[in-house]
T-cell receptor, first 113, second 110 residues
Framework: DAGVIQSPRHEVTEMGQEVTLRCKPI?????LFWYRQTMMRGLELLIY????????DSGMPEDRFSAKMPNASFSTLKIQPSEPRDSAVYFC???????????FGSGTRLTVV | GQQVMQIPQYQHVQEGEDFTTYCNSS?????IQWYKQRPGGHPVFLIQ???SGEVKKQKRLTFQFGEAKKNSSLHITATQTTDVGTYFC??????????WGAGTKLIIKP
């Protein structure tokens, strides 16, 4: 199994631009999570999908952030417009079920200048 | 609100010394998970503890879950350079969401 696959690994963009992060979870995993990690705030849950349905998006910072999961093998996190304070590492993780351990992707390091 | 406090923030050890990190929750947890994140890497799931008073071992790593299911610890015996990284606990209450500790960074002194 290739694990959770995220792309791109690194993204540098200018303030105001749209950014789209991509994730392919492990096949058969029913739960998908988007996290953001910064030195100041640690790991923050942004949104959680179960069986492709968004269950909890209370962690999404504001309307500039949106996430979709059109099918069981693909999810996107979009930031529009991006701001410098969005700079962070964004992780996608999946798990077999709600109560299982998470498998994280390698992350996308986003820098907004 | 729900919190999981993890201490210490950093621990510097000589190679071969032991390392311990502690997590304490303000509320009872249904289970607790432990993850390791290498520098520049991503969190990797180590183990999940479910039962009150549970103790599990993985080679030199010993994980404990308190009797009241509010605290947990990870102990590494005789640290090696491969143990370097940040160790996170993540507690779960009755729903799906994990409450993450801030992590303890293990640093091996040169």
């Amino acid at each position: 199994d290739a694990g959770v696959i995220q792309s791109p690994r690194h993204e540098v963009t200018e303030m105001g631009q749209e950014v789209t992060l991509r994730c392919k979870p492990i096949s058969g995993h029913n739960s998908l999570f988007w996290y953001r990690q910064t030195m100041m705030r640690g790991l923050e849950l942004l949104i959680y999908f179960n069986n492709n349905v968004p269950i909890d998006d209370s962690g999404m910072p504001e309307d500039r952030f949106s996430a979709k999961m059109p099918n069981a093998s693909f999810s996107t996190l979009k930031i529009q417009p991006s701001e410098p304070r969005d700079s962070a590492v964004y992780f996608c993780a999946s798990s077999l079920g709600q109560g299982d351990g998470y498998t994280f992707g390698s992350g996308t390091r986003l820098t907004v200048v | 609100g729900q919190q999981v406090m993890q201490i210490p923030q950093y621990q510097h050890v000589q190679e071969g010394e032991d390392f311990t990190t502690y997590c304490n929750s303000s509320t009872t947890l249904s289970n607790i998970q432990w993850y390791k994140q290498r520098p520049g890497g991503h969190p990797v799931f180590l183990i999940q503890l479910v039962k009150s008073g549970e103790v599990k071992k993985q080679k030199r790593l010993t994980f404990q879950f308190g009797e009241a299911k509010k605290n947990s610890s990870l102990h590494i015996t005789a640290t090696q350079t491969t143990d370097v990284g940040t160790y996170f606990c993540a507690g779960r209450r009755s729903n799906y969401q994990l409450i993450w500790g801030a992590g303890t960074k293990l640093i091996i002194k040169p």
